[in-house]
């Protein structure tokens, strides 16, 4: 099993550029989520999903819209990019709906310019 | 504001070397999660503590959750080169919505 995968691995845009952060997971999760990790403050939920058809705002959701149309696919879409938004991007899934014992995948690191 | 600080936010110890690492919050959580990562990896989870003042023990990592389940505590005994990382505790406070610490990451010196 691959377990979580992302892609691309790294990513440099321009300010205003578009562009989705693919994720997608062989394990049969009901959950899914997107992260954000910055120096110093620890990972930050951005958007998350409890099931097809089913997603909810984290801490962080502005400026990122994601869709769930099938159990093994999360994409977040970044429809404005913003230097703000220089991060770098995980997604999880979990077999427990409430989001325990995450599988993290390997990441995405992105650069806005 | 973060909900759950944890402390130190670095160290550096030698190879032998004992080290614990604090989880901190005002709130109370339901269960606690312990991650480790690795650098250019995403966390990897260590161990899930449920109940108040539960123990659990994972080789040489001890895992400890508060009494009132404000906060948790982890420590290594003899640390190794292998346990250089990222350590991340995280918390399900309400619904679907898990909360991570700010991290320590610790390097240990062969």
């Known amino acids: 099993n691959a377990g979580v995968t992302q892609t691309p691995k790294f990513q440099v845009l321009k300010t205003g550029q578009s562009m989705t952060l693919q994720c997608a997971q062989d394990m049969n999760h009901e959950y899914m989520s997107w992260y954000r990790q910055d120096p110093g403050m620890g990972l930050r939920l951005i958007h998350y999903s409890v099931g097809a058809g089913i997603t909810d705002q984290g801490e962080v959701p502005n400026g990122y819209n994601v869709s769930r149309s099938t159990t093994e696919d999360f994409p977040l879409r970044l429809l404005s990019a913003a230097p703000s938004q220089t991060s770098v991007y995980f997604c999880?899934?979990?077999?427990?709906?409430?989001?325990?014992?995450?599988?993290f995948g390997s990441g995405t690191q992105l650069s806005v310019l | 504001t973060q909900l759950l600080e944890q402390s130190p936010q670095f160290l550096s110890i030698q190879e032998g070397e004992n080290l614990t690492v604090y989880c901190n919050s005002s709130?109370?959580?339901?269960?606690l999660q312990w991650y480790r990562q690795e650098p250019g990896e995403g966390p990897v989870l260590l161990v899930t503590v449920v109940t108040g003042g539960e123990v659990k023990k994972l080789k040489r990592l001890t895992f400890q959750f508060g009494d009132a389940r404000k906060d948790s505590s982890l420590h290594i005994t003899a640390a190794q080169p292998g346990d250089t990382g990222l350590y991340l505790c995280a918390g399900a406070e309400t619904g679907n919505q898990f909360y991570f610490g700010t991290g320590t990451s610790l390097t240990v010196i062969p």
């Open positions: 709130s109370v959580f339901s269960s």
């Open positions: 999880a899934s979990s077999f427990d709906r409430r989001g325990e014992k995450l599988f």
